[in-house]
DNA sequence: ATGAATACCTGAGAGC
DNA sequence: TGCTCTCAGGTATTCA
């Protein structure tokens, strides 16, 4: 389940690995992944084949090769996507979906189990692509602008879990890191965003940053040199959470047991006594 | 314009 | 054992 840290993990492995590299062959073992990219895979192979890698960017969970002469190639993990390193003799991960072979005799591969993510060349997309135009920036850009956030929020009408869930609004934020920031905040998920007061919306924002932070922190630090694994484990996982995937295991804070909600086709996680339920439109 | 619902996907695990 | 069902959830698209 990549969110922002797992992606910028990947971004650094990209960054190591293939910046300064020239792709020499590219091999689509499943169209799927390049559902995006509409002229096909030939196409895409064409537009990639001679190419140099000289940058490797990120926005939100989004992230892309900057290519020679200002195009891109733009990426999406999805739930389950990976890059991998591998020399190109090396036998094939499952799940491999695009292989983009190297000048030095090594690949870049992504493997996706549920190939909810994949890549789509982005023409003129080196600064940012024009596929994410409409993606907001993410907690960890200088450029974030907090006080937009908070103006853009308050106009909303809906749950404060669905708002900063909106890569629109907030990028980066995904459903584990949405739990634990609102634990922390703390605040409620259905919590009407017009009504938020602006010290609560101060306090989201530091901790949505915070929870970004220390994942990165702790899940940054360990790829190796060959094998840029980036399936989300950051380790963050194990040890931190303190309120995804904590249901009936006592709120770290209060001691109450952590509930688990239906909630936009997923989970939330939160804590009844530290985050209580608002009791209708209001709050 | 905005919010809500749905399609896209595979594999692990539960239940029978 | 093997079948069906449920669940995981980010994004683009469609609908209201």
Redesign the pocket.
Known sequence: ?P?LPEVEVVRLGIADHVVGRTITGVTVHDV?SL?RHLPGPADFAHRLEGRTVVGAARR???LWMELDQGDAVLC?L??SGQFLISEAAAPPPR?LRIALALDDGRELRFAD????GGMVFSEDGAELPP??AHIARDPLDPLFDPAEFTARIR????GVK?AI?D?TLISGV???YADEALWRTPLHYARNTRHLRTREIEGLLTHIGEVMQEALEQGGTSFDALYVNVNGNSGYFDRSLQAYGQEGEPCQRCGTPIRRDAFM???SFWCPTCQPRPRSGKF
Do not use: V
Not at 113 to 116: E, G
Not at 155 to 158: A, N
């Open positions: 389940m969110e799927r559902r939100g969970k989004y999406h999805g739930m799940h189990q549920r190939i909810f596929e994410i106009r909303r009408q809906t669905r869930l890569q995904g459903n584990i086709n997923r989970s």
